[in-house]
Nanobody
Framework: QVRLVESWGGSVQAGGSLRLSCAASGSTSHSTYMAWFRQTPGKEREGVASIDSFGSRSDAASVKGRVIITKDNALNTLYLQMNSLKPEDTAVYYC???????????????WGQGTQVTVSS
């Protein structure tokens, strides 16, 4: 497995931007495929965006056109640039990684501790 640590969540007004980071350490083969998920109390964890080692991306319909997922393979760090944020984007955002390409499915076997994103209207 791989250890994942998210950072740079925070509070922002609607229409603003945030860039989340996720530093991966450990076996790089277990972070070939990475993704961002989010969860609010009482709701299931929702896939936001995923990326593979070739840079191929998948975005959820709810955020399409507003987020960009990137990965620095040299630093083994995953990023999520979020623009035009809406109050409904408020959630705890989690980074996930695996050797299997789960895309936006929750079955990744490595997860970070999460970082809170709050968007106020």
């Amino acid at each position: 497995q791989v250890r994942l640590v998210e950072s740079w969540g925070g509070s922002v007004q609607a229409g603003g931007s945030l860039r989340l980071s996720c530093a991966a350490s450990g076996s790089t083969s277990h972070s070939t495929y990475m993704a961002w998920f989010r969860q609010t109390p009482g709701k299931e964890r929702e896939g936001v965006a995923s990326i593979d080692s070739f840079g191929s991306r998948s975005d959820a319909a709810s955020v399409k056109g507003r987020v960009i997922i990137t990965k620095d393979n040299a630093l083994n760090t995953l990023y999520l640039q979020m623009n035009s944020l809406k109050p409904e984007d408020t959630a705890v955002y989690y980074c996930a990684a695996d050797r299997i390409n789960w895309l936006l499915n929750w079955r990744y076997n490595s997860w970070g501790q999460g970082t809170q994103v709050t968007v106020s209207s």
